[in-house]
């Protein structure tokens, strides 16, 4: 099983390197709706390249079905919207954790690691920092004839730093700038005959977060509420082929209402929207007016792929909310050591499908915290972290800002 699987994944990674179209064959029907060769409707999923920069790691956040756009600030925050930092309470704060990845088909060493965290250098501006590492664990590569190579032991990571800034009492800003490194194949030949390279990229990320307290009769609160705009960037090549493939740009929008119930209880109730900032795949006989053999959607500067996501997708806007996430999550404190969380993250059949219910605990004791999660999919599509167990240590020191 092992083997068979390490043997899929490199055909994947090849078939991302060679720029081969992965979309499944759609026709139009009369209704003008696309339809798969068997009559479902079509599956258009939007399709990036260095996909484990939106991978959730944070084990607070994948328990709550992956929410953390509004969620209190954390080192964390590095990956959802780095503003928050500006309201964070401690002087200095560094997370890590570790996510195993397939590990219910029996693999080890298939894992992603990030490191996090921040430092107050006033009250009003904070510095935050983050490295994550995807280690895709060790393959066989062969040759064109299936005789084996050298193994090889791709990996990404991704280098980030951010300034996060409070504008006033309520609102802040913050800029994350990444440098992207992706090592899938490097040296090996791609179908073409093409020799594989590391793939190298910048981007940055865009952040705003605006909180405040809401008066209510019987208990104190706060809501708050983030917008993100993250992998904003280069696009990305793994051979000297002019066609590149798109970084994972998204659009995040979330919100969180903390509730202290009294002295020792408090409840936050938290929801984010995401979207894909890069085109949908076309359909149809028109997707390369130009006739050079490469679909016209691909070509788009990354800026014009960003404007164009919008309302580019074949359906119209029925497909362009189809291509929107949805997470919901509940986290309850019992005086801030002990955490329950629950939560559900949805994606349309036709985008993906990735449905599932999370559930996790949290502990903290002085600087000292440590939150769980677990993955409950509701369908029949697998899910790599089925049946995984992920954590995350998080220290925070206080201090004088």
């Known amino acids: 099983m092992k ?13 991302q390197l060679s720029n081969v179209d992965l979309q499944a064959q759609c026709y139009e029907g009369p209704d003008g709706k696309y339809y798969n060769l068997d009559g479902t409707p ?20 994948g328990a709550m079905g992956d929410v953390g756009i509004g969620l209190s600030a954390d080192p964390n925050a590095m990956h959802f919207n780095a503003s928050k930092l500006a309201f964070a309470e401690d002087k200095l704060g560094i997370s890590a954790t570790y996510t195993p990845w397939l590990r219910a088909l029996g693999l080890n060493d298939v894992y992603l690691a990030y490191l996090t965290g921040y430092y107050k250098l006033t009250d009003l501006e904070t510095l935050g920092f983050g490295l994550r590492y995807f280690s895709l664990g060790t393959i066989q590569f062969t040759d064109e004839n299936g005789q084996p190579l050298v193994p090889g032991r791709p990996n990404e990571f991704e280098v980030s730093v951010a300034y996060a800034r409070k504008l006033s009492d309520n609102f802040s800003a913050a800029i994350t700038g990444k440098f992207i490194y992706s090592n899938l194949a490097a040296g090996q030949i791609a179908p073409g005959g093409e020799t594989i390279e590391v793939g190298i990229a910048g981007a940055a990320d865009i952040s705003f977060t605006y909180e405040a307290p809401i008066n209510l009769n019987t208990a104190e609160s706060n809501l708050r509420v983030g917008l993100a705009l993250t992998n904003i960037g280069s696009k990305i090549t793994y051979t000297r082929s002019t066609v590149r493939d ?42 390369d007016l130009d006739a050079n053999g490469i679909p016209d959607y691909k070509e788009k500067s990354p800026i014009a792929g960003i404007f164009s996501s919008f309302g580019d997708a074949p359906e119209g806007l029925s497909e362009e909310i189809r291509e929107l996430m949805y997470s919901f999550g ?32 949290g502990l903290k004791y002085n600087v000292f915290g440590l939150n769980f999660s677990y993955l409950i999919p509701t369908t029949s599509q697998r899910n790599p972290l089925d049946n995984t167990l992920r954590f995350s240590l998080l220290f925070n020191f206080e201090g004088d800002s």
């Open 330 to 361: 509940v986290e309850y404190w019992y005086d801030q050591q002990f955490a329950v969380r629950a939560g559900y993250f949805n994606e349309h059949s036709q985008k993906g499908n990735r449905k599932f219910f999370t559930v996790g605990l």
């Open 3 to 15: 083997k068979l699987l390490l043997q899929s994944i490199l055909a994947l990674l090849l078939v």
């Open 42 to 61: 079509c599956t258009n999923t939007v399709v990036t390249a260095v996909p484990f920069l939106r991978i959730v790691s944070d084990a607070r956040s």
């Open 246 to 287: 798109f970084l994972p740009a998204n659009f995040g929008l979330g919100a969180a209402w903390d509730i202290d119930l009294n002295e020792f209880n408090r409840l936050t109730i938290a929801a984010d929207v995401n979207k894909l900032m890069v085109p949908t795949p076309c359909q149809g006989g028109d997707c």
